[in-house]
């Protein structure tokens, strides 16, 4: 029998109160002195929030393993308060058979720093096409439910009407790389307006990707089925997804916390760690995302992690891979320009970055409030604590990442996966590793 006993948290940000977590499971929550345990957690003055879940990630593995494995993408994740993490299709080969799915799933179990969740690819080799074994993944080991083609938008009508019909029985649903092949094209990488016509770079209109959104929340009300929209980047997307939701249609949304803050002014250097897909956008559209997030209408965060080996990424702008980093950043970030300013409380974190991506990939285990029963999955944040983002110690294997230099307020101290520790720092303020603002 293990027993981990932290002590002081503040519960989302509130009353402080002490924690037993038994052989994994929460089972005692209130004043706690005198209670034994095995490993005991200094909590005072830390927010506690319920282990982060991560709708979005690409761990690389199998394929480019240069770029990031199963394993340093589960340490980089549990050193940004992740518990569960779902791992993209775009892998080499491409998880679209249950086979590959579940040697995803053992990869994770095996690490045991966090729940790595394979998705499985809407169709055979990302090719929009034939659909993949959507069934036989869903019925697997290691029970998927959520499929992608994420990197390839699922253009075809048909198809994702077919995908979204056959998925409906499993409560599955299919996450959209919402990109308008014919309105933006492979070589786009730069949001179409002033700033793409002035330093002479392939444009990505926003229309490419509301185009798509208006038209999968159409095919998901004909199908009563469940659709998802990834990485959001446009007011005009907002305004889709809200009418969507006005309307009773089963669709939710993620943003990343790079779409959250960054704008397209900083292509103006050329610098590659800045080309992600879909591309930064103006003030106006960050300043819409933000409010779509409060009020709802965009029910998660998703970092978006898209490690990279130098020699993809270190090139002329329009040649270099698209990504950034962000599961070790992705706390801070929200914490330093969404919580100190009060668009979002803990408790509003606790909701787009756990329990809401939880619900969205049926992880019945994650995502709970911290009470007893529950899973012993959580965070401890402390609030004020700065910390100096430094790309050169990242437990990623990458170093692609955007916060490089910066400097925000909000640091993981603590991450419990299922009632044992997989990341602790000291208290005092230090250097931080791995990505952020």
Avoid at 246 to 255: F, K, R, S
Avoid at 382 to 392: C, F, I, L, M, Q
Wanted: glycine share 10%; charged share 20%.
């Amino acid at each position: 029998m293990s027993r981990l006993l932290v002590k002081g948290a503040r519960l989302l940000g509130t009353e402080s109160s002490d924690l037993l977590v038994v052989d994994g499971v929460i089972t005692e929550v209130g004043s706690l002195a005198g209670t034994s345990a095995d490993e005991t957690v200094d909590a005072d003055g830390l927010v506690a929030l319920p282990g982060l879940v991560d709708l979005h990630v690409h761990l690389r593995e199998p394929g480019r393993e240069d770029a990031e494995t199963i394993a340093t993408g589960s340490a980089a994740a549990a050193a940004g308060g992740y518990t569960a993490v779902l791992a993209m299709a775009n892998t080499n080969p491409v998880t679209d058979t249950a086979e590959a799915a579940e040697r995803v799933l053992d990869l994770g179990r095996a690490c045991g720093l966090t729940e790595v969740v394979p998705v499985g690819a809407v169709t055979k080799g990302l090719a929009g096409a034939e659909l993949a074994e959507l069934g036989l993944m869903a019925r697997s080991r290691a029970r998927v439910r959520v499929f992608s083609d994420d990197g390839h938008c699922v253009h075809d009508a048909r198809v994702m009407r077919r995908a979204l019909e056959y998925l409906k029985p499993f409560g599955a649903v299919v996450s959209q790389h919402a990109q308008d092949p014919r309105l933006a094209g492979p070589d786009a990488c730069c949001h179409e307006g002033e700033v793409s016509g002035r330093l002479g770079l392939p444009g990505w209109p926003g229309i490419a990707e509301e185009a798509v959104v208006a038209r999968d929340v159409m095919l998901a009300r004909h199908t009563g089925s469940r659709v998802h929209v990834a990485h959001v980047s446009t007011a005009g997307t907002v305004e889709v997804l809200r009418w969507a939701k006005a309307q009773g249609i089963d669709v939710t949304a993620e943003v990343t916390p790079h779409h959250l803050v960054l704008t397209t002014d900083l292509l103006a250097g050329y610098d590659p760690v800045y080309k992600v897909n879909p591309p930064l956008r103006p003030q106006e559209d960050v300043d819409a995302l933000r409010a779509g997030l409060a009020d709802g209408t965009i029910d998660a965060v998703a970092t978006d992690h898209a490690p990279h080996a130098r020699h993809d990424k270190q090139h002329a702008f329009v040649d270099a891979a698209f990504g950034m980093l962000g599961l070790e950043t992705a706390l801070a970030v929200v914490s330093d320009t969404l919580v100190r300013p009060g668009i979002l409380d803990w408790a509003d974190v606790a909701r787009v970055m756990s329990a809401a991506p939880a619900r969205i990939a049926r992880l019945a285990g994650q995502g709970q409030p911290l009470r007893v029963g529950s899973p012993g999955h959580l965070v401890l944040v402390d609030p004020d604590r700065e910390v100096t983002v430094d790309a050169g110690t990242s437990r990623s294997r990458s170093r692609n990442n955007p916060w490089h230099g910066a400097t925000l307020r909000g640091a993981v101290v603590t991450t419990v996966y299922g009632g044992r520790v997989t990341h602790t720092t000291e208290r005092e303020p230090t250097t931080a590793t791995g990505s952020s603002l």
